[in-house]
């Protein structure tokens, strides 16, 4: 390509009088047209330094006479001036990490992506004009680029890089531009700016679609944000570690190529197996990361590197989180504390201190970690928060930590946000007087069936004497939990009960056949189940004194605890099954085979539980003068509370043949997001997948978005 510029150059055809120059071009969309940057500022330079500039016309078109000889050189650097969407105007006068927006990359931001077995009408219209023809990007028009996607290396032909290179050697010449040969016409494809980004119903209803997005960027927590960076500052940083919070975010979420790498659900995060639904966005509503710009962001406050600014890991606490944003929401993600048994035992055997930031009191282990994550939330909500939702969601220790992340953002004055929680397994974080003082905060709350964590703190982890109720963990097998399945006594010697927080859903493994499994999802309404885990592990101890070291490392081994073989897997079913159900006439929300084993389950705990209870009573009657009078009144509390739980246990069974009658709306599949106009497409997008292919169980089928209107 060079070397026939060059030639060109040199011909006798290019040599001309002074001034009898003329170069034309027009810029194009990736479907061939023109109006799509239909008055953009521009500025032409040509062989002598000088400058004419003027706005594209209705199609894009320029044509430009009296020029010096030689080759020109085109910018498009003028900036947004407005009009088209606030939201640019705010990313470029914000406090901090103001953005450089020019009116080119807006205008190639509105404009759309060719599907890629199709043609390019640019290059026909290129043909029929009798131009040159080159694909471009905004990245070559303008001078700042840090906070644009990397140059493409794969976009062809590309205009010459050695005649630009001819024009700059001129004074007053920018150091950027695209060269155009003179006495020629110009066709020049834009490149569409886009971005994907997660599709998110985010009304305060619960959404299956919600549930399982929201639980892949709670697995991404877990990850460090993986940079690769020059000590001299002069190269902008890389992140190209698959499962990486900067790999998902910079390189896949927000680079959109053929074959990038967040098409292959392997790579996401780390979650094997598992994708998030993505939509198509302009590239500035994508979930960003600030520019590395060091030259650029000179203030004290704008000091920090990318992954110092959206990443938290706090050597203190041990706990991890990260926050990003868009037009949508600002979301954090708490990871919480991963730490070795003692010190994960110093967490949940922690005190209850004050929640300063309300009412009531917080876990002494939780706030600690919350108050790190504060420090870290806090600059960037100051300087990036205009009134979208703030979406929170955690996954064990950091969804208690999350929780009381969410209700200080809640109560902050000077923010009045919006705020969605959603959280994965996690323990209880705080008292009565706590969660009635939150009780606007909405919070969804899944429980996987047998995770042992939402059920701590618990009082024998409150106390180092012994367990001074024999059979406290109720050791009763049940014949379909295989287990022991109530755990007595949840209440704090030293103050209010801890209490969670939130609506529950609790998921219910439902096997398939051999080695297989699904998840019904469910609000029992009871809290006895989601105390299972924690009463089995307790329990694996021969004497009436829980062994500590065993009983974290059986925690650390539950895999309904993990997000990947846990968490994730029963949101995933979930949205394939809740989605089936919608598209199967006459469906509801249980097919008889699921009501039948949820009805098992419940009668199984109701006998169970009447089991336990007689036997605490019994010892009450003929124990309670050998036990002080803290300890025979915490029976005393725990037995009223066995026999609460046991009241409602009708609710429970009503609710299962509630269930089975009541058919799953589109709404609670997918929430807002059921009218996005491109539904259909991005769910046929994402079910090529293998693994997003609904089984061949019954209700289990291929599923698209109806046709009518649908209300919650």
Known sequence: MDETFTKALGANSQQCPQGKQWVSFRLVDELGEGKSFAGLPYEIFDSSGTKESGLLDSEGYVRLENLQCGPVLLTMNAPYAGGVDTWYERLMIRDHYPLPITA???AA????????????????????????????????????????????AILAPRPSATLAAHVRQREKVPSFGVALTPNKHHVMEVKALRARRPLLSLTPEFSALDAYQ?????????ANVGQRYQEDQTTPPTYPVPGTIGHVLH?????????????????????????????????????????????????????????????????????????????????????????????????????????????????????????????????????VYIGQKIVVCGHSLGGAIALLLAEWIRRDKQLSPEVLLYTYGAPRAADKTFVEGAADLVHHRLVNRND?????????????????????????????????????????????PYQHHGTQHYFLPLPLGDKEETSVLWQPNCSGLEDTGCAYYAAQTEADMANRAPFLQQLASMKHHFTISGYVPACHATLLRWQASCSTPESSRLTPREQQWLQKEIESYQRNLEAWEWQARHIHRSHA????????????????????????????LGRIHELARQPVTWAQVYGAAMSHPDLETLLARWQSHPENHPSETPQLVRTTRPTQTIHA
Request: charged residues 25%; hydrophobic residues 35%; glycine residues 6%.
């Open 104 to 106: 080119l990359q807006v």
């Open 109 to 152: 931001e509105q404009t759309q992506r060719r599907p890629a077995d199709q043609p390019s009408p640019s290059v026909i219209r290129a043909a029929r004009e009798k131009a040159e023809f080159y694909r471009v990007e905004v990245h070559d028009f303008v001078e700042a680029t840090r906070h644009l996607p990397p140059a493409s």
């Open 214 to 222: 929201l639980s892949l960027f709670t697995v991404l927590a877990y």
């Open 251 to 383: 390189t896949c979420l927000a680079n959109i190529q053929t074959g990038s790498l967040i098409e292959d659900p392997r790579r996401f995060a780390d979650a094997k197996g598992f994708t998030p639904l993505l939509e198509e966005v302009p590239y500035s509503k994508r979930l960003e990361m600030i520019p590395f710009d060091p030259e650029r962001y000179i203030k004290v406050e704008e000091q920090k590197r990318p992954w110092d600014v959206h990443s938290l890991d706090h050597p203190e606490t041990n706990t991890q989180a990260y926050i990003t944003h868009d037009d949508r929401m600002v979301l954090i993600s708490v990871r919480g504390t991963q730490e070795n048994p003692p010190d994960l035992w110093r967490d949940i055997d922690a005190a209850q201190v004050a929640y300063e930031e309300g009412v009531g009191q917080a876990h002494q282990g939780f706030y600690e970690a919350f108050k790190a994550v504060k420090t870290f939330v806090w600059p960037y909500l100051r300087n």
């Open 452 to 496: 042992p964590i939402p059920s701590v703190p618990a009082t024998w982890m409150d106390t180092d004497k012994r367990l001074w109720i024999p059979g406290l963990a109720a050791i009763v097998g049940g014949a379909s939990f295989g287990g022991p399945i109530f755990l007595a006594g949840l209440v704090n010697f030293e103050g209010d």
């Open 625 to 652: 003068g050998r036990y002080a009078p803290g300890k025979r009144h915490a029976l005393e509390r725990a037995i009223r509370r066995a026999g609460k739980e046991r009241q409602r246990l009708p609710d429970a």
